[in-house]
């Protein structure tokens, strides 16, 4: 008679050894960031992009490495895809983040004008995606132009007066003052175009404002020039709706929607003010795509 045969639980397996990190995959990485900081760079015309891209998608430890080389750079990542490419955005602290003072610095002499610059960059989010659902449809492309952008902001600015008049609010504030401006009103007295000889736009006209807005989202890879039309003429590029899909709930968009701009929440696009507008200051720092 046999002896009965004693089973035992298998032996458990070694665990596997964690692939070390090479210098090759950090350079790899980095490299993919890199190209996430050329916002024109299109990853269907480059296959080292394009490749780095599938590794991040594929290899989940790579994708932690790149995520962390971002992190470092004080980048946060919004979408690694094939239709935009690493979108990176900076943070606050970042050594890459782009402040509205600085810009307005730069496109102006007159630092009070950043009220103005300001505007026209949320005022350009808000046209490019009016609705809701339009930052929510990956598919979508907004289009503006560099007229119509004046246009609804001025149909605001009149809206707003009328009921500044109508509550018995000051419309006429002390013109030595302009911080203390409601920005619409600021807006109001600009020139749309001002007047040179040759019929060019003066720089610190309100479209000549938004002409230099326009013009930093396109070199920012944000938007595209289509035409010359009605001062110019964009459409928004996937990048761009990602930037302005995660600044929706910021404090800058949420000066858009006080200053009553276009009511966005209800679904549909309009340019007459929100019905419940109490408070009609924009900060002077708030702006799209910029830090305060």
Excluded at 106 to 126: E, I, K, Q, Y
Excluded at 164 to 173: F, K, L, R, V, W
Excluded at 206 to 230: H, P
Aim: some cysteine; charged content about 25%; proline content about 5%.
């Amino acid at each position: 008679m046999t002896e009965p045969v004693e089973w035992s639980e298998p032996a458990a397996a070694a665990p596997v050894a964690a692939a070390a990190v090479t210098p090759a995959d950090a350079a790899d990485a980095a490299r993919l960031v890199a190209f996430g900081l050329q916002p024109k760079l299109q990853p269907a015309r480059d296959q080292e992009y394009a490749e780095l891209l599938r590794r991040y998608r594929e290899d989940p430890p790579f994708a932690r490495l790149a995520d962390a080389v971002a992190a470092g750079l004080g980048l946060i990542v919004l979408e690694v895809s094939s239709r935009a490419g690493m979108a990176v955005t900076a943070a606050e602290d970042s050594v890459f983040a782009v402040r509205m003072g600085d810009y307005a610095r730069r496109a102006s002499a007159d630092s009070g004008d950043r009220f103005l610059h300001g505007l026209a960059h949320l005022a350009v989010a808000a046209m490019a995606f009016p609705r809701p659902e339009d930052l929510a449809d990956d598919g979508y492309i907004g289009r503006v132009s560099v007229n119509g952008v004046d246009a609804f902001v001025r149909q605001a600015c009149r809206r707003l007066e009328e009921r500044a008049e109508e509550t018995g609010e000051n419309s006429d504030p002390a013109t030595d003052a302009p911080g203390l401006e409601a920005a619409w009103r600021i807006w109001a007295r600009r020139s749309s175009t001002g007047a040179t000889k040759d019929a060019r736009r003066l720089a610190g006209s309100t479209t000549g404002i938004i002409g230099k807005a326009v013009a930093f989202l396109t070199d920012s890879g944000f938007l595209q020039r289509t035409g010359d039309d009605s001062g110019g003429t964009y459409r928004t590029t996937a990048r761009y709706q990602l930037q302005v899909r995660d600044m929706a709930g910021s404090a800058a968009m949420a000066e858009l929607l006080e200053l009553g701009i276009v009511p966005v929440t209800d679904g549909t696009a309009s340019l007459l003010p929100a019905e419940d507008t109490d408070d009609l200051e924009l900060a002077a720092d708030a702006g799209l795509p910029f830090h305060s």
